[in-house]
DNA sequence: GAGCACTGC
């Protein structure tokens, strides 16, 4: 509060009446200053913000508005007088003025007497108008509450934008407009079509949503269906994970591989031929001796090889065999889990040892390796994670990567830092393999490294282009299928589609149209498949079926899982791609069309097990002209937060400078150093910091490891522990489609109001108080394998923390500070209450709402700040996990750019010079006003106030004392 | 008053 209310107007209460016209108890219970359309507005504002709104007059009348106003310029004037008027009409010149204004109070307090102690009823008026906001009869709207909070006790924050010196004046965050280019040819049909989507998938879900058969729609793949064909529910615990007092080892060995292999084929030429029979058939088993004599010769190999030509089983062999070994083990990295221990498993029983001892495997949570072992496949972050503690990685003989092509953000990265480590370690073997289409390009990258070639054995495939453009993939898809059926031979049809809602909507067509043939007409089985569908479901492709199988999938059946038996692929042409928006700051899913390594790897699909055919839903010249010829890599299409950290902790200098195949734009690197720079991770100089070097030991995202360490100063480092982990894994309400209300309320018995981060605590405590039990979370709607997985995360971060000698300790109750500790990590999430559920982006001014499944959501009234975890853009721009915070916290946290009026007292009595200067304005404005009988009948008649302010008052510019 | 391409440490 910057203007002291004079002590007079205390003394005067005593002298108002307290009788109430019927008028003035009606302005008593509806307050003086909350408008009639819902908002509030402070009383003792400056007459140049207080014009009142049209609709006020609806509710009042224009001489109730008329009043009002002028009642507070005569408030404003009284105090004007007390505190600064003895100063300011010590001038002569000034004394026609101010006998002006004292007669014309003297009027208005006769006239207005009685609304006078409105302003009285202040403190009334505000505990009743914070009743109705809570109630949710009245609206606030952002300016108000800025208003009120600024003449009041709350506090201003001041939002600034200060850069770190090592930046030097680039550009940084809102300031890149240009989204990063994923098509090649914006205007292209194929590219237009990508943004109109299908117009029968909308048909199906109006039909649908109107005929309220939703459970049809969604749950066609659900426990019914699944039941009956067997699929058996998995439901007995797996207890080997936990010691004896129930602790969890994350690290027990071969958990992921005990979990797999139920859908392994067994295939008849395995059961006939004896292991070294089968390496033999391999094709890569024909050219082992080129292929090691190359390797021999060459520090870096580049191999292009089809699936199935058995590279990523035999050549870790091969090079073991050769003796790679007697100095150091043999590393293949693979981008998924799942492969890196399928494929150890199977070598290990190829070499005919236990998986674990001399082939072992290392994903995260799970070390499967040990001092014997020499041949170790893993994922490329475990590689990239090792290179940080061993720069050199010494331990290595070899190291092959495995499916480079794929391009991931790891395997990038790790690209830069073993070419450098070859050059450092004469002995070291790099072996890269790729896919055919960029293995020239890789092999420029590594310095016209050697290529070698392993012939595939895959089938041909006959390529068929639609012949004309077509209007909607999903209708023609699902023509293209039922032809397939009609007409061809025997074998599985694949259809690539863009998402879940595509995908149900073919399958519920598909069936459809087969059904409306006539019972004549061979059934098909139609299974959908997207990685959000339960595991017992996705396994139904895997099964043997005496009818043609027709599979519905998303992009995961192009990479992560084969389907045995496909002869017939239908390709529509695009994909759902995640594009970073830097005009509003985040990502969005986006159909985009794919490129053409996409449809080559999608027909080749067709050829597995014998000639196929692939039908691709766009023409001959869509693929040549309008394809992009390779993806773009994720590196350039991500926030590189990670890396830049990574990469500073190996001591990498200019970061512009590392070696990358395709470098990430320049903005998106300073975009993350400026990040980086925000959370204390990076100095003035641009290097990494204490708490830096120590955020890199988590592999977390920067603010959620800056929360950890942070959580340290303030004793709640294990109730923080919890909250990151519950943060790493999809959400844990579990939200059946037709039980939603039944799982809202159990969700809201978990309710902290102030904080969804609370809430989520709230959640794996009550598990944890509840014995970890699988029981409790189904009966409470929480997914009981997130959980487990939060327990995970939880073990092994707990573990870093040991390591950094971070105590674990519990703040009990203390909410705020663990609210607190929030803030540390999201201040560069903060926005301001614009309206109950509506708020802004303090920095960036981005509009964005609650998500209705937020605690927050519901309240009743809405804290002033809140930070939230991340923004999603779906049917708006939601935030996820909001958490109430002090603006003091955001201050004192993110002094770049926020700092509280306090810290700018210059700013601050500049501001109040001038608004006094407009006060003074406005009552001589107002004083010519009344002088103005004319004016002031038209204003009446109108309805409206006119401020007379705004109009040039050449009689009397009041002098302002050079004090003010 | 609400919706999820695919990975990974």
């Known amino acids: 509060m910057n203007f002291e209310k004079p002590s007079r107007r205390n003394t005067d209460r005593s002298k108002v009446s307290r009788s109430r016209s019927p008028r003035t108890s009606r302005l008593n219970s509806t307050p003086l200053f909350f408008k009639g359309t819902g908002s509030i507005k402070n009383p003792s504002e400056t007459p140049t913000r207080s014009t009142p709104q049209h609709s006020e007059k609806e509710d009042y009348g224009p001489e109730y508005k008329a009043l009002e106003w002028e009642s507070r310029q005569l408030i404003d004037l009284e105090w004007y007088d007390c505190e600064e008027g003895a100063n300011t009409m010590k001038n002569e010149d000034d004394f026609a003025y101010r006998e002006g204004v004292a007669e014309s109070r003297r009027e208005k307090k006769v006239k207005l007497g009685s609304l006078k102690k409105l302003e009285r009823m202040q403190d009334n008026d505000k505990w009743e108008i914070n009743r109705m906001v809570s109630s949710g009869?009245?609206?606030?709207?952002?300016?108000?509450?800025?208003?009120?909070?600024?003449?009041?006790?709350?506090?201003?924050?001041?939002?600034?934008?200060?850069?770190?010196?090592?930046?030097?004046?680039?550009?940084?965050?809102?300031?890149?407009?240009?989204?990063?280019?994923?098509?090649?040819?914006?205007?292209?049909?194929?590219?237009?079509?990508?943004?109109?989507?299908?117009?029968?998938?909308?048909?199906?879900?109006?039909?649908?949503?109107?005929?309220?058969?939703?459970?049809?729609?969604?749950?066609?793949?659900?426990?019914?269906?699944?039941?009956?064909?067997?699929?058996?529910?998995?439901?007995?615990?797996?207890?080997?994970?936990?010691?004896?007092?129930?602790?969890?080892?994350?690290?027990?060995?071969?958990?992921?591989?005990?979990?797999?292999?139920?859908?392994?084929?067994?295939?008849?030429?395995?059961?006939?031929?004896?292991?070294?029979?089968?390496?033999?058939?391999?094709?890569?088993?024909?050219?082992?001796?080129?292929?090691?004599?190359?390797?021999?010769?060459?520090?870096?190999?580049?191999?292009?090889?089809?699936?199935?030509?058995?590279?990523?089983?035999?050549?870790?062999?091969?090079?073991?065999?050769?003796?790679?070994?007697?100095?150091?083990?043999?590393?293949?990295?693979?981008?998924?889990?799942?492969?890196?221990?399928?494929?150890?498993?199977?070598?290990?029983?190829?070499?005919?040892?236990?998986?674990?001892?001399?082939?072992?495997?290392?994903?995260?949570?799970?070390?499967?390796?040990?001092?014997?072992?020499?041949?170790?496949?893993?994922?490329?972050?475990?590689?990239?994670?090792?290179?940080?503690?061993?720069?050199?990685?010494?331990?290595?003989?070899?190291?092959?990567?495995?499916?480079?092509?794929?391009?991931?953000?790891?395997?990038?990265?790790?690209?830069?830092?073993?070419?450098?480590?070859?050059?450092?370690?004469?002995?070291?073997?790099?072996?890269?393999?790729?896919?055919?289409?960029?293995?020239?390009?890789?092999?420029?990258f590594f310095g016209n490294s050697p290529v070698f070639t392993i012939p595939g054995r895959t089938f041909p495939v006959d390529i068929i282009f639609s012949k004309t453009p077509?209007?909607?993939?999903?209708?023609?898809?699902?023509?293209?299928?039922?032809?397939?059926?009609?007409?061809?031979?025997?074998?599985?049809?694949?259809?690539?589609?863009?998402?879940?809602?595509?995908?149900?909507?073919?399958?519920?067509?598909?069936?459809?149209?087969?059904?409306?043939?006539?019972?004549?007409?061979?059934?098909?089985?139609?299974?959908?498949?997207?990685?959000?569908?339960?595991?017992?479901?996705?396994?139904?492709?895997?099964?043997?079926?005496?009818?043609r199988k027709c599979v519905v999938a998303t992009n995961i059946a192009e990479t992560s899982l084969t389907v045995d038996g496909v002869r017939y692929v239908i390709d529509t042409g695009f994909c759902k791609l995640k594009v970073f928006n830097p005009k509003i700051g985040m990502d969005a899913l986006q159909i985009t069309p794919i490129s053409q390594a996409n449809?080559?790897?999608?027909?080749?699909?067709?050829?597995?097990?014998?000639?196929?055919?692939?039908?691709?839903?766009?023409?001959?010249?869509?693929?040549?002209?309008?394809?992009?010829?390779?993806?773009?890599?994720?590196?350039?299409?991500?926030?590189?937060?990670?890396?830049?950290?990574?990469?500073?902790?190996?001591?990498?200098?200019?970061?512009?400078?590392?070696?990358?195949?395709?470098?990430?734009?320049?903005?998106?690197?300073?975009?993350?150093?400026?990040?980086?720079?925000?959370?204390?991770?990076?100095?003035?100089?641009?290097?990494?910091?204490?708490?830096?070097?120590?955020?890199?030991?988590?592999?977390?995202?920067?603010?959620?490891?800056?929360?950890?360490?942070?959580?340290?100063?303030?004793?709640?480092?294990?109730?923080?522990?919890?909250?990151?982990?519950?943060?790493?894994?999809?959400?844990?309400?579990?939200?059946?489609?037709?039980?939603?209300?039944?799982?809202?309320?159990?969700?809201?018995?978990?309710?902290?109001?102030?904080?969804?981060?609370?809430?989520?605590?709230?959640?794996?405590?009550?598990?944890?108080?509840?014995?970890f039990r699988s029981d409790w979370a189904t009966n409470n709607f929480v997914h009981i394998k997130a959980l487990r997985k939060v327990r995970e995360v939880r073990a092994q971060l707990s573990d870093i923390m040991k390591s950094l000698n971070i105590p674990e300790i519990s703040c009990g109750n203390n909410w705020d500070v663990i609210r607190k500790v929030i803030a540390s990590g999201y201040f560069h999430n903060s926005a301001k209450m614009k309206s109950i559920g509506e708020y802004v982006n303090m920095r960036t001014g981005i509009p964005c709402i609650l998500h209705p499944s937020s605690a927050l959501f519901s309240l009743g009234y809405a804290p002033d700040y809140i930070v939230y975890h991340e923004l999603t853009m779906t049917t708006r721009e939601y935030m996820q996990y909001v958490t109430a915070v002090d603006p003091y916290w955001l201050a004192e946290l993110g002094p770049m750019f926020f700092s509280t009026k306090e810290n700018f007292q210059e700013i601050e009595r500049k501001r109040q010079k001038e608004a006094k200067n407009r006060i003074i304005e406005e009552l001589v404005a107002s004083k010519n006003k009344e002088e103005n009988k004319g004016q002031e009948d038209e204003v009446k008649g109108s309805g409206q106030i006119v401020m007379a302010g705004r109009e040039p008052t050449p009689r009397r510019t009041p002098r302002i004392h050079p004090s003010l």
């Open 470 to 547: 077509i209007e909607d993939y999903v209708d023609a898809a699902v023509k293209k299928a039922l032809e397939i059926h009609l007409q061809q031979p025997p074998g599985d049809i694949l259809i690539f589609m863009t998402g879940q809602e595509d995908i149900m909507a073919t399958c519920v067509l598909l069936n459809e149209r087969i059904t409306e043939l006539g019972p004549n007409i061979p059934k098909i089985r139609v299974l959908p498949i997207y990685s959000q569908l339960p595991s017992e479901n996705q396994a139904r492709i895997f099964q043997k079926s005496d009818l």
């Open 137 to 444: 009869t009245i609206k606030v709207h952002a300016k108000d509450a800025y208003d009120e909070q600024d003449e009041e006790h709350r506090v201003v924050l001041m939002v600034h934008n200060i850069k770190p010196p090592f930046l030097d004046g680039s550009i940084v965050f809102t300031t890149q407009l240009e989204t990063v280019q994923v098509v090649k040819e914006p205007n292209s049909d194929i590219a237009m079509l990508a943004r109109k989507g299908s117009a029968v998938v909308r048909i199906v879900r109006e039909r649908n949503e109107r005929s309220k058969m939703r459970d049809k729609f969604w749950d066609i793949s659900g426990t019914a269906l699944g039941s009956m064909l067997g699929v058996q529910k998995k439901i007995e615990e797996d207890f080997s994970k936990y010691d004896d007092e129930g602790n969890l080892d994350y690290k027990a060995d071969s958990q992921y591989a005990k979990s797999m292999g139920n859908f392994e084929a067994v295939s008849d030429f395995a059961r006939s031929k004896s292991v070294k029979e089968q390496r033999e058939y391999l094709p890569i088993f024909s050219v082992r001796e080129s292929l090691m004599n190359i390797i021999r010769e060459n520090r870096i190999v580049i191999i292009v090889g089809e699936t199935g030509s058995g590279k990523t089983t035999q050549l870790t062999q091969y090079l073991y065999e050769e003796g790679y070994t007697s100095y150091g083990i043999i590393g293949c990295t693979q981008p998924r889990r799942v492969a890196a221990v399928s494929v150890a498993k199977r070598v290990s029983e190829e070499i005919g040892c236990k998986l674990g001892d001399k082939v072992g495997y290392a994903i995260r949570f799970e070390d499967c390796t040990c001092d014997q072992t020499i041949i170790k496949y893993m994922t490329d972050g475990v590689l990239l994670r090792e290179s940080l503690n061993e720069s050199d990685l010494d331990q290595y003989s070899a190291i092959i990567m495995d499916e480079a092509h794929e391009r991931s953000l790891h395997t990038d990265v790790l690209f830069g830092i073993l070419k450098k480590v070859v050059l450092r370690r004469r002995d070291l073997r790099l072996i890269i393999t790729s896919a055919t289409m960029n293995s020239q390009k890789f092999s420029e």
């Open 599 to 771: 449809a080559n790897q999608r027909s080749g699909r067709a050829g597995r097990t014998g000639p196929g055919s692939c039908c691709r839903l766009y023409t001959d010249t869509i693929y040549r002209e309008d394809l992009l010829e390779n993806n773009i890599p994720e590196i350039q299409r991500t926030n590189l937060a990670n890396v830049v950290l990574l990469l500073k902790s190996l001591n990498i200098g200019n970061l512009l400078e590392f070696q990358f195949m395709d470098p990430p734009p320049q903005e998106n690197i300073l975009n993350s150093m400026y990040q980086l720079w925000i959370l204390g991770a990076l100095d003035d100089l641009g290097e990494l910091t204490e708490l830096g070097k120590k955020m890199v030991e988590f592999p977390l995202d920067p603010p959620l490891s800056k929360m950890l360490l942070e959580a340290e100063r303030y004793k709640c480092s294990s109730d923080i522990l919890t909250i990151v982990s519950m943060l790493s894994v999809p959400s844990v309400f579990y939200r059946p489609r037709d039980r939603e209300s039944e799982a809202d309320a159990s969700r809201e018995k978990f309710f902290v109001p102030e904080s969804d981060h609370l809430t989520l605590l709230n959640v794996f405590t009550q598990w944890k108080n509840n014995g």
